[in-house]
């Protein structure tokens, strides 16, 4: 399973999903949707976004943990 940690990195970065959301162009909820592990998908255009404004790598807000059966 993927886990998106974006939470972890916008508390490194001192910034609100409110300014990930207008920096990246995408919305609030949208941003909550990832933040809170529900997204299905995501685009590598807005991955690309949200990396260039963290300044951070696509690993650092996303992580492989192999799921319990």
Do not use: W
């Not at 508390?11 to 609030?28: F, N, P």
């Not at 909820?29 to 690309?48: D, F, P």
């Amino acid at each position: 399973m993927i886990v998106v940690n974006l939470d972890v990195m916008l508390a490194k970065r001192k910034m609100t999903v409110t300014e990930l959301s207008e920096a990246v162009g995408i919305t609030i909820s949208n941003i909550s949707i990832l933040k809170n592990n529900k997204a299905k998908a995501i685009r590598l255009e807005t991955l690309n976004a949200i990396c260039r404004e963290l300044d951070c790598q696509p690993g650092d807000i996303m992580e492989y943990i192999e799921d319990e059966e």
